[in-house]
Every structure is written in structure tokens, then in C-alpha cells.
């Protein structure tokens, strides 16, 4: 019976020892893992995102609707600005077309709020030119897309969704004429 209490003490002392640890904690000196990322160091991962969407930016230069409220730059519209001047691959002149219907009353004021951004981060009104409409270099024929459609479609892996591979899709008969009779 004497060692059973003897256990219990062991086992209360040894919990006591373990809260005693968690209390005091680990050494503080160590390194974090903010320590380690700094927050204000970019990542080359954030840089490469950031080239890439402002290159798609710049390329594209449409302001829509949607980036204004009113006849203000809303913050959409701000960030599509900013990501346009982070692109440091293509010429000085800023090209922004406006989609915009022309009969609009706040077109002149969306005009000059878009100036007065740009001249803010020090871009001169002269390297700012406006045109009308989307930008036509960023379209592309739809009938080029659909014909693509078909290998981004998939039924679930059956074997009706992969390409016919020389064999006959005809349900009537074995001709190889691709179903013509």
C-alpha cells in the first residue's frame, strides 16, 4: 500500500513539472516564423503574379462601367490603374479605352478622374491618350474557342468522351467511310 501512494506522489510531481514547463514557455529568443517571411519582403512567387497581371492589365487598358462609381474611380478601377502602371515592358505613352457609352454624362468627369489619377503617380497628361470602345488587339473570334470546347468537356472518363482513334463511330454497320453511307 506504501508504494501505491509513493506512485501518486511521482505522478502529481511529475504533472506539476509538465504545467511548470508550459507556465515559463519556450525561450523567447527563438525565430518566428515571421521572423522568417518578413511581411515586408516580396516573395518571387508575389512578383511573378504581379508582372503577369500587370502586363494582362496594361495589354487590355478597358475601363468598364464597373470601375467607377459615378462619374469617381472606385477601387477596382484604381487597382486596374495601378496594376497598368506596374508594367514596365511596354512604352510610356498610358493607352485606356473607355467602354463607356459616349452619349454618358459622366464621360469628360470619368476622363478627368482617370487623368488625375494617373497625374497623382506622376504620369503627365501628355503621355495619356483616350479611345472609344474595348481594346480591338485584345479580342479573339469565339468560333476559335468552341472548337477547343470539345477537349474541355468530359463525361465522367467514359470511353464516349475520347477521341475517335481511327476506329468507326458508326452504331449501323463496320464501314470506315466516318459514317457516311
Request: glycine fraction near 10%; hydrophobic fraction near 35%.
Amino acid at each position: 500500500m506504501k508504494q501505491n501512494h509513493s506512485n501518486k506522489q511521482i505522478v502529481k510531481l511529475s504533472g506539476l513539472a509538465v504545467a511548470g514547463v508550459m507556465l515559463v514557455g519556450c525561450n523567447s529568443d527563438k525565430s518566428s516564423v515571421t521572423d522568417f517571411f518578413p511581411a515586408e519582403e516580396a516573395r518571387s512567387t508575389q512578383n511573378f503574379m504581379t508582372a503577369q497581371a500587370a502586363a494582362g492589365a496594361r495589354a487590355d487598358a478597358t475601363l468598364q462601367p464597373m470601375h467607377f462609381d459615378g462619374d469617381h474611380l472606385n477601387s477596382l478601377g484604381e487597382a486596374k490603374l495601378d496594376l497598368m502602371l506596374k508594367d514596365d515592358d511596354t512604352e510610356n505613352m498610358m493607352v485606356v479605352y473607355m467602354n463607356l457609352p459616349t452619349e454618358s454624362a459622366d464621360l469628360k468627369a470619368r476622363r478627368d478622374a482617370v487623368v488625375s489619377y494617373f497625374e497623382d503617380r506622376g504620369v503627365s497628361k501628355d503621355n495619356i491618350e483616350f479611345k472609344a470602345g474595348t481594346n480591338p488587339a485584345q479580342t479573339s473570334l469565339a468560333a476559335t474557342h468552341l472548337a477547343r470546347m470539345q477537349k474541355t468537356d468530359s463525361d465522367g472518363g467514359t470511353m464516349s468522351s475520347k477521341p475517335n482513334m481511327g476506329g468507326s463511330s458508326d452504331a449501323g454497320g463496320g464501314s470506315d467511310n466516318g459514317g457516311m453511307k
